[in-house]
Nanobody, 123 residues
Framework: QVQLLESGGGLVQAGGSLRLICFTYGGFLPTYTMGWFRQAPGKEREFVAAIRQTGDATYLGDSVKGRFTISRDNAKRSVYLQMNSLKPEDTAIYYC????????????????WGQGTQVTVSS
């Protein structure tokens, strides 16, 4: 089964941008629906974005619509989260997730998870 490794997190000022990368290995990426979630301290995990196998369908959470974009490059075994106009409330650990082809983009269930990458947005 596929394994997930996130990178690209860091510290950025409000209004700035970051690009998160989820590199996958040990499996065949085109067979998976992919998603990004985040969890801030003391809060529940929140859905951020998801994308179907061929990239023809995406879904974004309400709090990031118009600012974040999800994409994938199956040939590079990677999924991306472009985050623009970042706000302090975007501060969280961001997790990449994978699930079977037919799952609901937002609700999943996603059954494979990465270790996460920290994103901190200063005001």
């Amino acid at each position: 089964q596929v394994q997930l490794l996130e990178s690209g997190g860091g510290l950025v000022q409000a209004g700035g941008s970051l690009r998160l990368i989820c590199f996958t290995y040990g499996g065949f990426l085109p067979t998976y629906t992919m998603g990004w979630f985040r969890q801030a301290p003391g809060k529940e995990r929140e859905f951020v974005a998801a994308i179907r196998q061929t990239g023809d369908a995406t879904y974004l959470g309400d709090s990031v619509k118009g600012r974040f974009t999800i994409s994938r490059d199956n040939a590079k075994r990677s999924v991306y989260l472009q985050m623009n106009s970042l706000k302090p409330e975007d501060t969280a650990i961001y997790y990449c997730a994978a699930g079977p082809m037919t799952i609901d983009l937002q609700l999943g269930p996603y059954n494979l998870w990465g270790q996460g990458t920290q994103v901190t947005v200063s005001s």
